[in-house]
């Protein structure tokens, strides 16, 4: 297991960020690798966040204490897992509940072990994982992708049509802070979160994937009048500070997985910025 850590920069600061400062600060590029458990820890909501890629052996999420402070990863900590690829499983304390493609499963705070497997190494399971802290403990709960509660916005004409499936979210699984879900764009729709917003009581993560070797995402990111962009390639994040816009647009559609830790778990709380904001 390999842990990367990230700090937090006031806003001001990141004024003056170029392109490489942006992406050092903001990006997670690595995420995932064939037989390896990849986590990078952030100081905005002490986000943990990884990727396991289990090929012929079992992945455990092991816990760094210089850096989480516990022995034990759940010992203060809830865990959102989604598999972005093939079939495999994730076991909760000797369970091993299955998860397909865009499946996802809530751990609760109090697990003591979890592991990954893929059903096949020929196409192996890819396991986005996102963690809070967390104060009380919960049920273990699989979210199958057609058990999301789904939302469909935008229009063509905008090209934004989208469809949104939240799934560890409060109407579907109880969770102290975390709160998950995925957006896909409709073919030939592009523009996702626009007009943007902010909500200065919570922060996000958005992991960008299904994108084709040669398709970006440029992710609007900065305070609404010091707009910045981070270009963004398949399997990678972008840490979202409470300060910060969260837009993007792609080179053709895309799905993300957004994932909001904070002081509340209510979907629609964000503060909505005017066009003529923008610069």
Known sequence: MMIDVRHVHHQEAARGFDTEALRRNYLVERLF???MVLLTYSHVERFVI????PITVPLALESDKATIGSPNFFDRRELGVFNIGGAGKVSVDG???ALGHRDAIYV???TKEVLFTSDSADVPARFY??????????ETKV???AQAKKMLLGEAATANRRTIYQMIHPDVVTSCQLVMGMTQLDEGNVWNTMPC????RRSEVYLYFDLMADARVIHLMGQPTETRHIVVADGQAVISPPWS???GCGTRAYTFIWGMGGDNIDYTDMDMVAMDQLK
């Open 108 to 110: 609760p705070m109090g």
């Open 143 to 145: 979210v199958r992708i």
């Open 245 to 247: 816009i969260h837009s």
């Open 50 to 53: 990884g990727g396991a890629t």
């Open 95 to 97: 369970v091993a509940h």
């Open 129 to 138: 994982l996102l963690s809070t802290p967390a104060h009380a403990r919960h």
């Open 197 to 200: 917003h902010v909500h200065d």
């Open 33 to 35: 690798e064939p037989g």
